[in-house]
């Protein structure tokens, strides 16, 4: 790690890519366009559903913005499963893209016009990658943020959440998406996301990210209800991280995800942002700075997004708070 610091890289890199270097490699590779490398990595993750996943979603929105690479991929192996996947994250990524991060209230008709056009024809792209990866659950991840999207309906949902399930039972980002399917910004409320989260938390094996969707759901919380505003609203985000039930959250998801041993899962650069965060949050400096000193430069931009200034602002401030211990 110390020689990643000294070696010409940033000492905080917002990369998607996270510490997969091999992902990066190839990422680069396809900027340059030489789809041979992503090809390669997603072999590589064969089985290892979590890390193929991510190497998908990195490598599918690097493709949604820079297709020709992954156009040529396609031509050449026409019947490629990995590039059926990753096209479809592609064609997701580019109508999220088009419709933007905002408020659904902060956007534009025209914007949701071309969401929803966008998403129309991706769905093609993501029964076809169902159809040629058809053990893999990621195709499926997608598809549920396809139906979010669309506003397909909760027997929709269900139908695509149960083919996940049956592929992976415990996917984490599968499990993101149905988390943010529960949230009250979509189609649930606060008590449906708590109930998901702390459900799936406790039926999660040990070192399982999903140990950590509780603290995920605060963050939500937090979020709603600012945005609700007025005493009301602050007085509820003052008061949570303060909570009796907030502190026993933390407590329980360190326990499920670290008890069994240093983390070595695909997103356990994410997953330690997201302890991070709760840990500040509540005022527990010196556990907080053990997750950023482990974090080193693979900082994820969830969850500090959620903070004003931007993900790079918002993870140097929380970090230098917990370095000082106040």
Not at 189 to 209: I, L, N, Q, V
Request: charged share 25%; hydrophobic share 45%; glycine share 8%.
């Amino acid at each position: 790690m110390l020689s990643l610091l000294f070696s010409g890289r940033p000492a905080v890199s917002l990369d998607h890519a996270l510490d997969d270097l091999p992902l990066s490699a190839a990422r680069d590779a396809a900027l340059r366009g030489d789809w041979e490398p992503a090809r390669t990595v997603l072999s590589e993750a064969a089985g290892d559903w979590e890390r193929r996943a991510h190497r998908c979603e990195v490598l599918g929105t690097v493709g949604a913005d820079h297709p020709q690479w992954l156009a040529a991929w396609a031509a050449a192996e026409p019947e490629s499963p990995d590039a059926a996947v990753v096209l479809a994250r592609a064609g997701v990524a580019t109508a999220w893209n088009a419709r933007g991060s905002g408020w659904a209230r902060n956007t534009s008709a025209a914007a949701f016009d071309r969401f929803h056009r966008i998403l129309a024809d991706a769905e093609s792209a993501v029964v076809r990658a169902t159809t040629l990866a058809a053990d893999d659950p990621s195709p499926w991840i997608w598809y549920l943020w396809l139906t979010i999207g669309r506003g397909d309906g909760r027997p929709v949902f269900e139908r695509r959440w149960k083919e996940l399930l049956t592929r992976d039972p415990h996917n984490y980002l599968g499990h993101e998406a149905r988390f943010q399917f529960s949230c009250r910004k979509w189609s649930g409320d606060h008590e449906r996301m708590y109930d998901f989260c702390r459900t799936a938390a406790a039926s999660a094996p040990p070192g399982s990210p999903l140990a950590l969707l509780p603290l995920q759901a605060h963050f939500e919380f937090e979020l709603i209800e600012a945005d609700r505003g007025g005493e009301q609203g602050a007085a509820r985000v003052a008061a949570l991280w303060d909570s009796a039930e907030v502190r026993a959250d933390i407590d329980t998801a360190k326990q499920r995800w670290l008890g069994a041993g240093p983390p070595e899962h695909a997103l356990a650069m994410k997953s330690r942002s997201v302890l991070a965060r709760a840990l500040t949050r509540a005022g527990r400096f010196a556990e907080a700075a053990e997750q950023f000193a482990a974090i080193g430069p693979y900082v994820s931009e969830y969850p500090w997004y959620y903070d004003n200034g931007g993900p790079r602002h918002a993870f140097l401030a929380a970090r230098r708070k917990a370095r000082r211990g106040r």
